[in-house]
């Protein structure tokens, strides 16, 4: 089982940007996916989940700036990220759990925004 992540990058404050991963290696995915992002220094925090098709959780400090989706597949989840901020600078980790609790990780994509 593997969770490919991409389009990571820099960007400049106020701009966008997509990840998007894809879990593989399994007939079907985790009904709740989505990312986490760790900053240097600090704790890894969720940044949002979306169950099956359903946004399910948001991070305060994201809510209304990123937007989690799904493909038709549920395979490949989404995150479009807006008016980027450089505090949120990180790598974002894609991350899967199945209905009795286990979970998967990704290895992480960076996201630097500069000021």
């Known amino acids: 089982v593997q969770l490919q992540a991409s389009g990571g990058g820099l960007v400049q404050a106020g701009g966008s940007l997509m990840l998007s991963c894809e879990f593989s290696?399994?007939?079907?995915?985790?009904?709740?996916m989505g990312w986490h992002r760790q900053a240097p220094g600090k704790q890894r925090e969720l940044v949002a989940l979306?169950?099956?098709?359903?946004?399910?959780d948001y991070n305060d400090a994201v809510s209304g700036r990123f937007t989690i989706s799904r493909d038709g597949t549920k395979k490949t989840i989404y995150l479009h990220m807006s008016s980027l901020r450089p505090e949120d600078t990180a790598v974002y980790f894609c991350?899967?759990?199945?209905?009795?609790?286990?979970?998967?990780w990704g290895q992480g994509t960076q996201v630097t925004v500069s000021s």
């Open positions: 290696g399994a007939i079907y995915s985790p009904p709740i």
């Open positions: 991350y899967g759990r199945t209905q009795t609790g286990f979970e998967y």
């Open positions: 979306i169950n099956r098709g359903v946004p399910k």
